[in-house]
């Protein structure tokens, strides 16, 4: 063959011949960078449902059965695509223990629901351990699924060793730290006390009505046995919150 096409595949042929080393390198090197995202591109994906549920649970906006569903349709097909990822089986393990808590105690669903909480919790940790909360999902839905014991003595240890102080989890701390009391040793048990004191600093209102439905008073004075003022504090809330009609002195 002869005339323009000839030239033209020969001309195509010269340039791809004549690319660089360099150039060839790069060309693979892109084709392998692309092979490797696409697990983490197709576990995106998978998980974009489940993130927008979690999204709106964090905002505290409503999110019904159908959207639980969907989330752990799709978080449990993210986890399968990329296992090493910590994310989609921590955030499957939060989506499990919300459906667990809305299930009827008499719901055959309920106990399946805790034990795929569990999983997903463990199987995050698995992958990457330093998670004060995952850790805390993990002891509530142990404490929730076996009662009070062990295992979720050991996840509520494990919070507190992996992030001891983290605001947002002094108050779910406090409220497990009592439900767990019993099977605390003495060193586990200060840790709780530590965890009152530092909700006393932060909010005093906050810890009265954490402890108020719950047989706490002990340890909270406890607690602020060294720290009158916020003893008082705490008291003045406590006695207002027990009380109906009682508005402590000096507040609006």
Do not use: C
Not at 85 to 102: F, H, N, S, V
Not at 130 to 148: F, K, M, N
Not at 174 to 199: N, S
């Amino acid at each position: 063959m002869s005339g323009p096409g000839r030239r033209r595949r020969s001309t195509t042929r010269a340039l791809a011949i004549g690319s660089s080393a360099g150039g060839l390198v790069i060309l693979s090197a892109g084709l392998l960078l692309v092979g490797l995202s696409v697990p983490k591109l197709l576990n995106a994906v998978a998980a974009s449902t489940g993130e927008t549920v979690i999204d709106r649970l964090q905002e505290s906006q409503p999110v019904g059965a159908q959207g639980l569903t969907r989330a752990r349709e799709s978080l449990v097909s993210a986890a399968r695509i990329l296992p090493s990822d910590y994310t989609a089986p921590r955030d499957l393990a939060l989506i499990e223990l919300i459906a667990a808590q809305r299930a009827a105690p008499d719901d055959p669903a309920r106990m399946g629901y805790l034990e795929a909480s569990i999983e997903a919790a463990r199987q995050s940790l698995m992958n990457n351990p330093a998670q004060p909360y995952v850790w805390l999902r993990l002891s509530q839905a142990e404490l929730l699924a076996r009662g009070v014991g062990v295992e979720a003595a050991l996840a509520f240890t494990m919070s507190l060793e992996t992030g001891p102080q983290v605001i947002d989890l002094m108050r779910p701390r406090v409220i497990l730290g009592l439900a767990l009391w019993p099977v605390l040793d003495d060193q586990q048990q200060e840790r709780v006390l530590a965890q009152i004191r530092g909700l006393a600093r932060y909010n005093a209102r906050i810890l009265a009505e954490t402890v108020l439905d719950r047989a706490g008073l002990p340890q909270v004075r406890r607690a602020l046995a060294d720290e009158p003022e916020l003893m008082a504090q705490f008291l003045r809330w406590y006695l207002q919150r027990r009380t109906p009609g009682l508005r402590p002195p000096g507040l609006p």
